[in-house]
């Protein structure tokens, strides 16, 4: 089974053979490197919220967890593609 990437797993339905054991285990290492990131991909991607709500949960405004968002997106998708990060 090839790994998917993020951006595969934002725009099809969870699959029962779809491996998430690699998408936790990189979800761990965005946590270590930046919590805050993290938080926005778990209440953007597992949980739908918008980036308002994220905004008001985290105290942060809307550009920086779009900013945020888009960061994260990037790191993950290098992560679950092999790649190494900083």
């Avoid at 934002?10 to 805050?36: G, H, S, W, Y």
């Avoid at 968002?69 to 992560?79: C, D, E, G, P, S």
């Amino acid at each position: 089974m090839q790994p998917q990437s993020l951006e595969d797993a934002l725009t099809i339905p969870v699959q029962p053979e779809m491996d998430l054991v690699p998408l936790n285990e990189a979800m761990d290492e965005l946590a270590a490197f930046d919590l805050r990131k993290s938080q926005v991909v778990e209440m953007r991607f597992f949980a739908g919220l918008a980036a308002k709500d994220i905004a008001a949960v985290l105290g942060v405004t809307e550009p920086t967890v779009r900013r945020d968002w888009n960061i994260a997106r990037a790191w993950l998708y290098r992560r679950l593609q092999g790649g190494t990060q900083p």
